[in-house]
């Protein structure tokens, strides 16, 4: 057998695996992610639960849109938009979200607050649900489970970090 008959069947293993993968995802995927960060809970549900202030200081995002029965849109700098509705929230403590997308997904999110030394413990959890197994693929791909918490937090800490 030449070099393109090798070359043919390694691409139809490939393709075949591939395949395979896709296949045993999971249509449901769920991170949870715990940090500590330098201000107290009040500050931090503040900063957290207000989402028209969120484009100041979250590098994904490019606007937030309030709508009249209190959900929001934001729409990231790629251009997804994401539609945002409060299911629970109580000050300093707990503040739990639906959301679901145009895109293709939909899940839920929730925070919870703690004190700790140096200031808040913050545990995120998002559970996202995406049906389609291509879209599933790509995003595990592209988007993996706590890359957008890992974000999330980053700039979260930046934005709640004292003026030097």
């Known amino acids: ?30 991170a949870t992610r715990t940090a500590t960060l330098p201000a107290p809970p009040e500050a ?13 200081w979250r590098s994904d995002l490019q606007q ?3 709508g009249p029965d209190g959900s929001w ?6 251009g997804i938009e994401i539609r945002f509705r409060e299911q629970r929230r109580e000050p ?18 929730q ?13 995120f959890t998002e559970t996202v649900r995406i049906e389609g197994r291509l879209s599933r693929a790509l995003a595990r791909l592209f988007a993996p489970p706590g890359a957008h918490i890992d974000l999330y937090l ?11």
């Open 1 to 30: 057998m030449g070099t393109l008959g090798w070359i043919g069947i390694a691409l139809v293993l490939v393709v075949a695996a591939g395949g395979a993968w896709v296949a045993t995802l999971p249509a449901e995927a769920s």
């Open 92 to 109: 300093a403590t707990a503040y739990d979200l639906a959301f679901d997308s145009p895109s293709g997904f939909q899940g839920n999110w």
């Open 44 to 56: 931090v549900f503040a900063r957290v639960a207000d989402p028209a202030g969120q484009p100041a």
């Open 73 to 78: 849109t934001e729409t990231t700098r790629r």
């Open 154 to 164: 980053a700039d979260l800490r930046r934005s709640l970090a004292p003026p030097r």
């Open 64 to 66: 937030v849109r309030i």
């Open 111 to 123: 925070g919870r607050f703690r004190p700790a030394a140096g200031g808040t413990e913050v545990t």
